[in-house]
């Protein structure tokens, strides 16, 4: 099949390259389609070089993953643009190349919350899925040619690469919150168990600071700087009180008992439990206040886990943490969902490569080589049972058991105005700026407009 | 090639206010001159109009079209974005000055106008002390030269990062202050970090071109008025100051526009959608990153406005037109040092 | 020689206070490059532990800094170049010539300062893809250059008017062309202003990131703006503070010593020639 030239030409040359595709479907396009409709899985046709839109390569393992392939597929080569560090660069960079309709991103590296902006712009290709109705039994990857299996994947992962039902991205990274917390304290204190319920974690802080050497320690920090980590937070507090930003119907559901709830128990610990500088502390800050040993728990990211257990000097807790599932007011609490997902833009030749591709990147092989590499959360079910790696990362149980009960973010086409306004109300309750109640019915009137349909 | 009707410097003063006044006194000055003058003007200008023509005059007639256009929102019934772009005459506009907008409007217009003012000041007199500071000195003068382009020569990226880690609760400043401000959170210190950084950033700016004026000045007025008594205060009023004054309205005119405009430093020091923080140019930024392409160039075309009544301003308060009376007013200056030295 | 004495005193305090305040916060970025990654957030006035870590993972192999530093060469050179000879023969005639419209000219040229630079992007990216210009040099330096335009236009405008005008004419009365006039007599006598124009001009175009991001896709022509900001930790979450200090160090100093080294030369290159 032709290629579409690489800057798109002129309008003229756009056209003929239009028709060109379109012949080209209509003489071999279509052969397995069968019922998948709209979104235009037929477009999935053309092989040839395509390049791979991602966040830097952090360890070179990508790097390494993409020689392999290449090293294969000598008429498929892949190359790999790298986009800034920042998220919001990385999908402005995106929505750029989608807006010029340019074919220069084939395979774009999306992070989880992007999906349906991404999908009902048109900006993505529907994804061909297999047939998921087999579950547990026998087909091979093998078995439907050309289709994607995501049996062997986590089902809350899955969920972040469909819009509508229908499957756009490939989960190729997770992520989860963890309750981190001070295992040694603990136990001097005279506790076994990390805390299920928000009050056996006070109950615990209360016994801590009473100890010489958790005098000066804060209790917990959940970020609540006004940044998507606002979002998370809140999120995560308002599920696990049995409630959600955006109920089930796709309406604002911030006008329930359980909201409420949950948005007072972030306003309780900021004003009681947390360090006073909570509200500046980003990501790495809240880290950084772990390491330094004057935090009892915390809710963040895997990443911690390896670097918290450096023992350069750079943590004074190196060995002396441990995580547990986030806790909730009257039970286990529920996680939000992180990660990556791979996805074709609809404006990518050689599409049936960058499938080829995703399918690579995505499968258990390449997933293990990269959880080895980078610690990045897999999506893969089986790798957190997997002895090695577990011995590796002894987090994985916990954080499985993390992402199988996690929640999405709220799912939104205009995400960016809805995380926008979350981060700017549950920030002023957080604070002491608005009373609670009025926050959220500040933000529930703000959603509705927003996810109107 | 721009919508403004009135850009400052036609408005302030009548062409002819142009018209160097040397040239008429002197005899060559004649009519068949007019012509081949002018002819020379339009090729020596042509290249920077070519060029500002591509870079600048095209993506402002292709935003302000688009300032009167809405893309699809709503969602088929599939959950597709219905595509394509409707008209929207100056909905885009009014829609800045309604509801919660509004209030975001006024906000980032306030804090927009507060950081112009306060950085422009501050910015002008460090830089001026700065410029007279290094103007006096002989050995060394190179290397502080250099030394003060450090805060510009930075990348706004990476300065923004240095403050940001300077500003942090357990950062340096705090150490120094022995303080415990949360300057990064949002709120009113956050506004001082940024007027701190932007105005260490810039400073050298002004520092810089008001040197360079500095060092034009011919050395034999202030030796003359060195003869005459003239203290160093007095020097720097009468012949200083005026002297400079073309290449420091221009820099502080510059920087107005830039500050109006700024973006960079609050997104990288404190972050987006802060209140406290939030410029108009991050408002046409927000927009923009959420597609409603049409509303940020709305947006970016009230700011535009605003700017162009703010230079006109300026240019008026401070005297007629900058670059055309420029001339007059010194050469007045230098007279009227002259005329001091020889009394 | 009592007040001379004062006055050095003054001076020097005055040299001390001037680079204790552009320098401070520079130092403290330099040292926080010195530190160990892991002994990054410390505050203490000078390194405990020096390590050259962050510096050589700026350069490590695949961050391609190296090139990124050419390709910011390039086109801060370029632009710098081409906004020198474009901007002072406008300048030019805007100072010295009298022509109808100069202050329309004036007044339209500062006006396209007047516009966020965001949102000249989108129309400019359709623009340079249109035209094959996506992975190229001219699409980094062309904007740039007007960008820069107004700015060197005005000032040159200015520098150029302090001049007095007898010189000139007198040259010209001596036979001197217009042109041989402006190259051997108003250049020299500008020549601080020039240079100082060149400078900041060159250091917008080193420093411009949005417009160089957006146009190129291939590592091979990435500034080292853009390179910066691709620089990660390990994670995606960790912040890599250290190695991007050490990377602002990298990218400033070369700039001020190439200003220390040239600035002298230059100046007198330009002076040669001159009346004075």
Known sequence: MRRIPPNGGTPLAGIVACAALALSLTACGGDDDGGSQGGGTAGLEGRGPITFVTGKDRSGNLQKQVDAWNSDHPQEQVRVIELPDEPNDQRQQMIQNATTKSDAYSVLNLDVVWTAEFAANRWLVELPMASLSGGSGGSSPQAEK??????????????????RGRLYAVPSTSDAGMLYYREDLLEKAGIAEPPKTYQEMWDACDKVQKLPEGEDADCYFTEVNKTESMTISAVEAITAAGGSIIGPDGKPALNTPQARQGLEFLVDAKKTRMPKEAVTLDTEG??????????????????????????????????????????????????????????????????????????????????????????????IAALYDDPEMVKKFPYLPVLKKAIETAEPRPVAVKYGDVTAAIQGEMYDAVTGKKPAEQALNDLQAKLGPLTAQ | ??????????????????????????????????????????????????????????????????????????????????????????????????????????????????????????????????ALIMHQMFRGRALVRASILVPWAIPTAISGLLWRWIFQADGAANAVLREQILWTADGFPAKMAIVV???????????????????????????????????????????????????????????????????????????????????????????????????????????????AVIAYLFVKLLGADIIGEARRQDRGARKGARKKVTA | MSGSLARRTLSSLGFALVALYSLAPFYWMTVSAFRRPQDQFDNTIIPVRWSWENFSAVFSGDNGFGRAL???????????????????????????????????????????????GISQLVPLLKLFTDIGWINTYQAMVVPSLG????????????????????????????????????????????????????????????NEFLIALSMVNKKEMQTATVAISKFTGVSGFDQPFGTQMAAGVIVTVPLIVVVLVFQRRIVAGLTAGGVK
């Open chain 1, 146 to 163: 050309g289709k994607i299996d995501l049996s062997a994947m986590l089902p809350a992962t899955v969920k972040t690469g469909q819009y």
């Open chain 1, 286 to 379: 809240g880290r950084r206040y772990f390491q330094s040993g004057k935090l009892v728990f915390q809710r963040q990211w895997p990443y911690q886990y390896a670097l918290a257990n450096e023992d350069d000097g750079s943590s004074e807790v190196a060995g002396k943490f441990a995580v547990a599932p986030l806790p909730g007011p009257d039970g286990p609490g529920v996680a939000n969902l992180g990660g990556h997902n791979l996805a074709i833009s609809a404006f990518a030749a050689n599409k049936a490569t960058s499938l080829d591709f995703i399918n690579y990147l995505t499968g258990a092989d390449a997933q293990r080589a990269n959880l080895l590499a980078t610690s990045q959360a897999p999506t």
């Open chain 2, 1 to 130: 090639m721009t919508t403004a009707p009135g850009h400052p410097a036609s408005a302030a003063g009548s062409p002819a206010a142009g018209a160097p006044p040397g040239q008429s006194a002197n005899g060559r000055g004649r009519k068949g001159d007019v012509q081949g003058t002018r002819r020379l003007a339009a090729l020596l200008l042509s290249p920077t109009l070519l060029v500002l023509a591509l870079v600048i005059g095209y993506p402002v007639l292709a935003g302000f079209r688009e300032s009167l256009y809405a893309r699809g929102e709503g969602l088929d019934d599939q959950g597709f974005v219905v595509e394509g772009d409707r008209f929207a005459g100056l909905g885009n506009y009014t829609a800045i000055f309604q509801g919660d907008r509004a209030a975001a409007f006024w906000n980032a217009f306030g804090n927009t106008t507060f950081f112009t003012v306060t950085t422009v000041v501050l910015e002008t007199v460090i830089g001026v002390a700065m």
């Open chain 2, 197 to 307: 950084a932007e105005v260490w950033k810039t400073s050298p700016f002004i520092g810089l071109l008001v040197l360079a004026g500095l060092q034009m000045i011919p050395r034999e007025v202030y030796e003359a008025a060195r003869v005459d008594g003239a203290g160093p205060v007095q020097q720097f009023w009468r012949i200083t100051l005026p002297l400079v004054k073309p290449a420091l309205l221009v820099a502080v005119l510059f920087r107005m526009l830039d500050a109006l405009r700024m973006f960079d430093l609050p997104a990288v020091l404190i972050g987006v959608n802060q209140k406290s923080v939030e410029t108009l140019t991050m408002l046409a930024w927000f927009e923009a990153s959420n597609l409603r392409y049409g509303s940020a160039a709305a947006y970016a075309t009230v700011l535009f406005l605003y700017i």
């Open chain 3, 70 to 116: 050419l390709n910011s060469l390039v086109v801060a050179g370029g632009t710098t170049v081409l906004t020198l000879l474009i901007g002072t023969v406008t300048a030019y005639a805007l100072a010295r010539l009298d022509f109808r419209f100069k202050n329309a000219v004036l007044g339209l040229i500062i006006a396209t300062t007047m516009f966020p």
């Open chain 3, 147 to 206: 960008f820069a335009l107004p700015l060197s236009v005005w000032l040159l405008t200015a520098f150029f008017r302090q001049l007095p005008f007898e010189l000139e004419q007198a040259a010209m009365v001596d036979g001197c062309t217009r042109g041989q006039a402006f190259r051997k007599i108003i250049i020299p006598l500008a020549a601080p202003g020039v240079f100082t124009t060149a400078i900041l001009t060159f250091i917008a175009a080193w």
